[in-house]
């Protein structure tokens, strides 16, 4: 991959960070100024690991893409700094064409796609004329790496949604960026095909080295693909770090909550399940069990299907909590049910 790991042709006065990861925020903020002013991104200090796929995730509003676009240098910090390499990242006001060197960015739509050009022709572009016989073989071996090389001669309008999220990054891809960027990048493509892209996403990375950025509002999508997860909320960085980490031992309950739809209870909610603490805790839908007690406290309220498992809502008049059990119980809705709880988290 083409090595631009400088910025000074840009800014002149920058000077190189030594020992911080591949991209690194420090005391980063972006302000979008109207009417009333808007606080996208709030004193945020973070850093991606180089050959990882890392997620940033959380609620709509939350901050990801504006991170992303940060990230990227379509926009520029209202304070703080973005380094890439230890180098300050072009913005805007730095450069003509506002984006990294070493990066590419894949976006929602496809605005960058021709879609009455041939799949191959959208690839094909992207790569000068000065070696034809190269750029006839990088444009199929990309093709052949997104697995879309059957569909070289078909016009990007007549494909699917998943098909297009494709070639939208194999034209990313084609000139071998050193850090792609995407947002919201599955968002299009079929529930039934969407384990595959991000698998074949995995092995790119794997192969290649690419480092890999992605914003997602989906947990099912980072958890099983991502590396590292940044934990987005109101503009700022609740927690970062592994999936596993994040879904286990979240030190905050939004975490929880976004990662496994954990129950979150106060501590007199807990102490009505014999939890005697001060902290607010949270219980995975997994942790709890029940069984049917015509004396319990709690009651079947809802059973909602899921597919090979079925969510549970039991109340037992002041709250209500969500679990997941498998093999299915026989019971029904109305039916009293004891609770237990095999763990718990504590939030200080």
């Not at 230890?86 to 976006?107: E, F, Y």
């Not at 007549?158 to 960026?177: H, M, T, Y």
């Not at 102490?271 to 004396?295: K, S, W, Y």
Request: hydrophobic share 40%; net charge negative.
């Amino acid at each position: 991959m083409a090595q631009q790991t400088s910025s000074c042709q840009y800014i002149p006065t920058d000077q190189e960070k030594i020992g911080i990861p591949l991209i690194y925020g420090e005391d980063l903020s972006h302000i979008f100024h109207a009417k009333q002013d808007v606080v996208a991104v709030r004193k945020v200090d973070f850093g991606i690991k180089e050959g990882k796929i890392t997620a940033i995730i959380g609620e709509s509003g939350s901050g990801k893409t504006t991170l992303l676009k940060l990230i990227y240098g379509l926009l520029a910090p209202s304070s703080g700094e973005v380094r890439y390499r230890g180098w300050l990242i072009p913005t805007r006001k730095d450069k003509l064409i506002p984006g990294h060197d070493a990066m590419k960015l894949v976006s929602q739509g496809f605005d960058d796609l021709n879609l009455y050009a041939k799949v191959w022709d959208n690839i094909a572009s992207q790569l000068p004329n000065t070696n034809l016989a190269r750029k006839e073989s990088k444009t199929r071996e990309t093709l052949d790496r997104l697995k879309i090389l059957h569909l070289a001669q078909q016009r990007v309008a007549d494909l699917s949604g998943g098909e297009k999220q494709r070639v939208a990054i194999a034209r990313a891809l084609v000139n071998e960026p050193e850090a792609l960027l995407m947002d919201e990048p599955f968002n299009q493509v079929d529930a039934a095909f969407r384990d595959a892209l991000q698998q074949d996403m995995r092995q790119i990375v794997e192969d290649t080295g690419l480092t890999i950025v992605l914003v997602s509002h989906d947990p099912t999508e980072v958890l099983a693909m991502a590396d590292e997860l940044i934990v987005m909320k109101n503009a700022q960085i609740v927690e970062q770090g592994s999936p596993t980490k994040l879904y286990y031992e979240p030190t905050h309950s939004y975490t929880a909550q976004l990662l496994a739809k954990s129950n979150i209870l106060s501590p007199d909610q807990a102490a009505r399940l014999d939890i005697l603490t001060p902290h607010t805790i949270g219980i995975h839908q997994e942790d709890v069990t029940f069984v049917e007690n015509p004396q319990g406290v709690f009651y079947v309220k809802d059973i909602r299907f899921r597919g090979f498992y079925k969510e549970w809502v039991l109340h037992n008049g002041e709250f209500s909590l969500h679990a997941i059990m498998h093999p299915l119980p026989a019971i029904s809705i109305g039916s009293k049910v004891t609770v237990s709880i095999a763990k718990y988290i504590t939030f200080r």
